[in-house]
C-alpha cells in the first residue's frame, strides 16, 4: 500500500537547536512531495513542495528540504529553530501528472523550548 | 487570504443524528477535498472531487456521503452520526497540485 512515514512523533528541542525530520514514501515513479506547518489550533500551511528540478528546495521561514530519490525521502531541515516553530509538522505526497490524491504522514508534533 | 471557509467550525451532535458540513472556496479550483485528521493518524482522504458533479473516495469514506453540484461548494455529510466520526475534518482545495486547507471544524459525537 502506498504510505508515507515520518519516523519522529515528538521532537523536543532547545532554541536555536538545528532540526531535521525524516520522510519517507513507498510511492514508485514522478512525485510531488510537500512539507505542511499546523500551528496550535490553526489549518495547514503550505512550508514547501518539490515538484522537479534542484532537489533542495528552500520554503518559508528559514525551512528547507531535500529529495533523495534513491533512499525514497524527503527530510524537512533548519538549522536554528526558533520557539514560534513549535507547531506539528506533516509530510505529504502526490503522484505526479496532476494527480492529486494526496497521502499524508501521521505528523511530527515539534516542540521548541525557550 | 482565506479562500476557503468552512462552517461550522463547531459542533456537537448525538449518535445517530444527521451532520452537514459546508464547505466553499473562492478560488474557482477544479479540485477539492475533505479529509480528517485524528491523533497518531495524521490526516486522512475521506473524498475528494475533480470537478462538478464528480466526485471519488479516499481512504476513510464509510459512514460520509459528499456532493458536489457548484465548482465552490463541496458539501460533507454524516449521514447516521457515529462516536468514531468525532474528529477534526478539514475541507481543502486544488490548484493542480498544491492543496490549500481550510481552518477545519471541530465535530465531536456524543
Known amino acids: 500500500a502506498q504510505s508515507v512515514s515520518q519516523h519522529n512523533h515528538h521532537v523536543i528541542l532547545s532554541e536555536a537547536a538545528s532540526l531535521e525530520l525524516g520522510c519517507n514514501y513507498s510511492y514508485g515513479g514522478t512525485v510531488n512531495l510537500f512539507w505542511y506547518v499546523q500551528y496550535p489550533g490553526q489549518h495547514l500551511q503550505l512550508l514547501l513542495k518539490?515538484?522537479?528540478?534542484?532537489?533542495l528546495v528552500k520554503g518559508i521561514k528559514g525551512f528547507e528540504a531535500e529529495f533523495i530519490k534513491s533512499k525514497f525521502s524527503f527530510n524537512l531541515r533548519k538549522p536554528s529553530v526558533q520557539w514560534s516553530d513549535t507547531a506539528e509538522y506533516f509530510c505529504a505526497v502526490n503522484r505526479g501528472a496532476g494527480n492529486n490524491d494526496m497521502r499524508f504522514g501521521a505528523g511530527t508534533r515539534l516542540t521548541v523550548k525557550p | 487570504d482565506a479562500g476557503i471557509t468552512q462552517s461550522p467550525r463547531y459542533k456537537i451532535t448525538e449518535t445517530g443524528r444527521q451532520v452537514t458540513l459546508m464547505c466553499h472556496q473562492t478560488w474557482s479550483h477544479s479540485y477539492m477535498f475533505w479529509y480528517r485528521q485524528d491523533l497518531g493518524h495524521g490526516l486522512r482522504l475521506i473524498y475528494y472531487s475533480a470537478a462538478a458533479d464528480i466526485t471519488d473516495k479516499g481512504e476513510v469514506p464509510d459512514g460520509y456521503v459528499v456532493s458536489r453540484s457548484k465548482t465552490e461548494n463541496f458539501p460533507l455529510t454524516l449521514e447516521s452520526a457515529t462516536r468514531s466520526q468525532t474528529s477534526v475534518y478539514f475541507c481543502?482545495?486544488?490548484?493542480?497540485?498544491?492543496?490549500?486547507f481550510g481552518e477545519g471544524s471541530w465535530l465531536t459525537v456524543v
Open positions: 518539490y515538484f522537479s528540478g534542484d532537489p
Open positions: 481543502a482545495s486544488s490548484d493542480r497540485n498544491t492543496i490549500y
